[in-house]
């Protein structure tokens, strides 16, 4: 949702200048290069002006528009691809120094999905009042685009990328994820992530309750999953907390749709309060310690694992008598050499906790088993895990 402080962008169109609302997904500066382009531009002359530093501003048919972004999206891959053959002809790299430079690998695998991001969102179009747009065989983006950035009563420019982004997000919305092991569907909102993978669910479901269990919470709720996972086990008292009001939007939508009124949500930066001491706290937070690039990487990057590290430090203070707290992360930081095992054992001792036991699973996406993927190695090694945790004696 549009909450920063508006932003503007200007540009020249003939003898007439023109002025509108600037919306960014991943809080781009609005573009001081501008030109107009439209169905007889080329894949290749897009691709030299978006290298340029130059934004696209579409005047053509919207389904060509969506043709010239794949035309586009190849380019950089072929670009990339030539690079990482010229790469490799120059490397001459051992197994172990192979190993050691995963981290780099990591870095510069990031920088190439951002610079794609950036290249691609250059493409850029303008709707009016009410995210109308007027290009010939488009389609009607109103709603999407309302629900993904807020209502607005001016025009505004974007990048089609994002505006793909929220009709993909309305999509999603709609027909849900279906989490098979639950038997029902999560619907994910705008910029909060979609529980796609779900290794860790048959994690929680066969993970033994304490007893008692009478109050959990879910820290970091984001779709309500988790949440819902407890109350559907029959946990009286489930209390689910999230930084982010888009995500607790998306969860109680999701808890409205099932019913489930014993759930309560706050919005707090990880535990909540005014509520009695759990027998069960929960948190899958995100995986891996960098920075995110755009809001919705939030739920994947934690910087310096300050998320992780802020739930363990506070587990003891507010875990009842004999509780436990499960915490639902991979290791793939680990086979990224971004973070240790004995890192996260030490942070874990330093919270006063020990490890009662871990529940471990293989992932199941895609990737894992994609050995064209830059980190398959990491990737295949991956196992995710359920730590069970308790208080040290």
Same mark, same amino acid.
């Given at each position: ?17 023109h ?8 809080n781009?500066?609005p ?5 107009i382009v439209?169905?007889?531009?080329t ?19 919207? #389904?060509?528009?969506? $043709?010239?972004?794949?035309? !586009?999206? =190849?380019? %950089?891959?072929?670009?990339? @691809?030539?690079?990482?053959? *010229?790469?490799?002809?120059?490397a ?12 780099n ?5 990031? #920088?190439?999905?951002? $610079?794609?991001?950036?290249? !691609?969102? =250059?493409? %850029?179009?303008?709707?009016? @009042?009410n995210f109308?747009? *007027? ?22 420019v ?11 997000a ?49 820290i ?31 969860a109680k939508?999701?808890?409205d ?15 909540p ?42 587990i ?6 004999n ?8 290791d ?16 874990i ?17 895609g990737?894992s ?5 830059p ?19």
């Amino acid at each position: 949702m549009l909450e920063q402080t508006k932003q503007y962008v200007t540009w020249q169109e003939g003898d007439t200048h023109h002025k509108a609302l600037w919306i960014s997904q991943s809080n781009y500066e609005p573009p001081s290069r501008i030109v107009i382009v439209d169905d007889s531009t080329t894949a290749g002359e897009a691709y030299r002006l978006a290298n340029a530093g130059t934004s696209m501003l579409w005047r053509g048919d919207f #389904q060509n528009a969506k $043709q010239l972004l794949q035309a !586009l999206q =190849r380019r %950089i891959d072929r670009a990339e @691809e030539r690079k990482k053959n *010229k790469e490799n002809k120059l490397a001459n790299k051992s197994a172990k120094d192979a190993a050691n430079d995963i981290p780099n690998l990591f870095h510069k695998n990031r #920088q190439a999905q951002s $610079q794609r991001a950036r290249l !691609l969102s =250059r493409l %850029i179009l303008q709707l009016d @009042e009410n995210f109308v747009s *007027k290009l010939r065989r488009a389609p009607d983006v109103s709603a999407a685009c309302t629900a993904a950035f807020g209502k607005i009563t001016e025009p505004c420019v974007l990048s089609f990328r994002d505006l793909q982004g929220a009709l993909g997000a309305a999509q999603w919305r709609e027909k849900g994820v279906p989490i098979k092991e639950l038997g029902l569907s999560i619907y994910p909102h705008y910029g909060v992530f979609a529980p796609t993978r779900q290794e860790y669910v048959q994690l929680l479901l066969d993970a033994p309750l304490p007893s008692p269990c009478e109050v959990a919470y879910d820290i970091g709720t984001g779709t309500g999953l988790l949440a819902i996972i407890l109350a559907k086990r029959g946990i009286k008292q489930v209390i689910a907390s999230d930084i982010n009001p888009s995500a607790l939007a998306c969860a109680k939508d999701n808890l409205d749709r099932l019913k489930l009124t014993d759930v309560q949500l706050q919005q707090v930066d990880l535990f909540p309060k005014q509520v009695p001491k759990a027998n069960l706290i929960v948190c899958n937070p995100p995986w891996l310690p960098a920075k995110p690039s755009s809001p919705l990487e939030y739920a994947v990057y934690d910087p310096n694992s300050a998320m992780l590290r802020g739930f363990l430090k506070g587990i003891s203070q507010y875990l009842a008598e004999n509780g436990e707290a499960w915490l639902i992360l991979s290791d793939l930081a680990e086979h990224l050499n971004l973070r240790s095992r004995d890192e996260l054992l030490g942070w874990i001792d330093d919270a006063g906790l020990t490890v009662k036991y871990r529940l471990d699973t293989q992932p199941t996406h895609g990737k894992s088993h994609d050995e064209n993927d830059p980190l398959y190695v990491a990737r295949s090694a991956e196992v995710t895990s359920l730590w069970c945790l308790i208080r040290a004696i």
